[in-house]
């Protein structure tokens, strides 16, 4: 099973930016799909963002579409969020996804954003 280990989260200040990192233990048809889910309390995982290895099929939810950009480096093994202009409605934790399919797979344990008024 590929593990994931995801950094960058934080706090922030609304309209502000943070950069998110996932680094996978290997690069596979198990992580053919790497994509950035979000979560908040009391509510479903729900999907973010989400590219290949190659960059080819790259996947945004409206709701981040034109602020979030989503970005792999295959030599480092790693997968990017870029988040700007965030909203107070971004905070959550963001966990990564590694699968044949975006959703299925494996799951990093997962970093807070947290953005402030």
């Known amino acids: 099973q590929v593990q994931l280990s995801e950094s960058g989260g934080g706090l922030v200040v609304a309209g502000g930016s943070l950069r998110l990192s996932c680094t996978a233990s290997e690069r596979s048809f198990a992580s053919y799909h790497m994509s950035w889910y979000r979560q908040t309390p009391g509510m479903e995982r729900e999907f973010v963002a989400s590219t290949t290895w190659s960059g080819s099929d790259t996947y945004y939810d409206d709701a981040v579409e034109g602020r979030f950009t989503i970005s792999a480096d295959s030599a480092k093994r790693t997968v990017y969020l870029q988040m700007d202009a965030l909203k107070l409605e971004d905070t959550a934790v963001y966990y990564c996804?590694?699968?044949?399919?975006?959703?299925?797979?494996?799951w990093g344990r997962g970093t807070q954003v947290t953005v402030s008024s």
């Open positions: 996804n590694a699968g044949a399919i975006p959703g299925e797979g494996s």
